[in-house]
């Protein structure tokens, strides 16, 4: 089967040839550096000399994270939402005994700055800010170095959601005054699921330093203090995981931060013109369409779910349509191993299967 799923997606062959090494133990000094490299080398991709650190779990440990140990325990945080994941935000937020102030923009729009300005001037008492960056379910990107200035001019921790955008869309930790940005191994960087990562800003980590009753193993102080005295973390990682990370990040120093995104935004070009060929309109509003996944709405008379079905019969498997526009769109997501012979490939299927869907009878 080939892949453009939203994640986990195909590996690069080098991640997955590095995973295949014996363990050694996380107290061990080969582990030691292969710690501090990766982060050393995940602090140049995303420009900060802040903090990094890595998690033994799934993106959504950093969200669990971020409100735990950055917003008071009856404190206010306004989210952002436009789509399913920026809507899992504001659940963790309510689900921690924090308020959630949801702002909620239509579907295949980004964050409007202007309506931004005007929630946090209404709502000065907020603690903090969350931002999808990259919103898998509507394949739209959010213009974060924008929304990100306003946050800052309201002196406003901002919490960033970029687990599928990080690896294919600029990040710039310091320049942009984010105090968390987040992802997951399984998308953009192509290594499999179990790891997480994160910058971390030396703000946020002193408002956690004080934060009552945050818990053991989402907690970025523990992280921070075992990272300077043990170089490892608190509990055991996902040192393969770990590894191919590190095979990556290194491509990606040789080839040039700005030409690995470029792979990428060559790619989602590629994927794009190959849609509007077959004369199919993508959900995104134009100038924010995602580097990572085209949200695609089905021709009259297909269901998404059925093109999702018949492609799987031909070997290549898409992604469904998620929450709200499961029926109405299919998913194409561009992350990963994926090359152009596949990309061709899966175009001339999918032409197939539109005619065979429309086909009478
Ligand atoms: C934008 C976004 N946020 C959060 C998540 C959840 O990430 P994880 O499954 O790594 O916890 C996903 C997963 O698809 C995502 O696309």
Redesign the pocket.
């Given at each position: 089967m080939r892949l453009f799923t939203?994640?986990p997606v195909a590996c690069f062959p080098e991640v997955l040839e590095a995973m295949a090494s014996q363990m050694f133990s996380h107290r061990s000094r080969e582990y030691q550096e292969l710690h501090m490299e990766t982060v050393d080398l995940l602090m140049d991709f995303l420009e900060t000399s802040q903090t990094v650190l890595l998690f033994p779990s799934?993106?959504?440990g950093f969200m669990e994270s971020s409100i735990r140990c950055g917003v008071s325990p009856k404190g206010k945080v306004l989210v952002t939402i436009i789509g399913s994941?920026g809507k899992?935000y504001a659940e963790v937020v309510e689900t921690n005994g924090r308020t959630s102030l949801r702002l909620e923009f239509e579907l295949g729009s980004p964050v409007d700055p202007e309506s931004l300005k005007e929630a946090l001037d209404e709502h000065q008492d907020v603690e903090a800010v969350t931002i999808?960056y990259?919103?898998?379910s509507t394949g739209v990107l959010n213009p974060l170095p924008e929304l990100a200035k306003i946050v800052k001019k309201y002196d406003k921790l901002l919490f960033v959601?970029a687990?599928?955008a990080m690896g294919a869309a600029d990040i710039k930790v310091d320049a942009w005054g984010i105090d968390m940005v987040f992802s997951?191994s399984?998308k953009a960087f192509g290594v499999p699921?179990g790891l997480?990562f994160a910058a971390v800003s030396d703000r946020l980590l002193e408002v956690s330093d004080k934060m009552p009753d945050k818990g053991w193993y989402f907690d970025l102080n523990l992280y921070k203090k075992f990272q300077d005295e043990k170089k490892s973390t608190p509990s055991t990682p996902p040192i393969p995981q770990i590894m191919g990370l590190n095979v990556v990040l290194k491509k990606i120093r040789e080839m040039g931060k700005y030409n690995w995104l470029k792979m990428y935004s060559d790619r989602a070009e590629k994927i794009r013109s190959g849609v509007e060929r077959l004369g199919l309109s993508i959900l995104a509003r134009k100038g924010f369409e995602s580097p990572t996944i085209t949200v695609v709405f089905a021709p009259e008379g297909c269901s998404g779910l059925d093109i999702y079905n018949r492609m799987r019969e031909k070997g290549f498997e898409l992604a469904k349509g998620y929450g709200k526009l499961r029926d109405a769109t299919f998913r194409i997501g561009h992350m990963g191993h994926i090359t152009e012979e596949d990309i061709n490939d899966m175009f001339n299927a999918l032409e197939e299967v539109i005619k065979e869907l429309k086909r009478p009878g």
């Open positions: 939203a994640g799934s993106g959504t994941f899992r999808t990259n919103e898998t959601d687990v599928s997951s399984q699921p997480a």
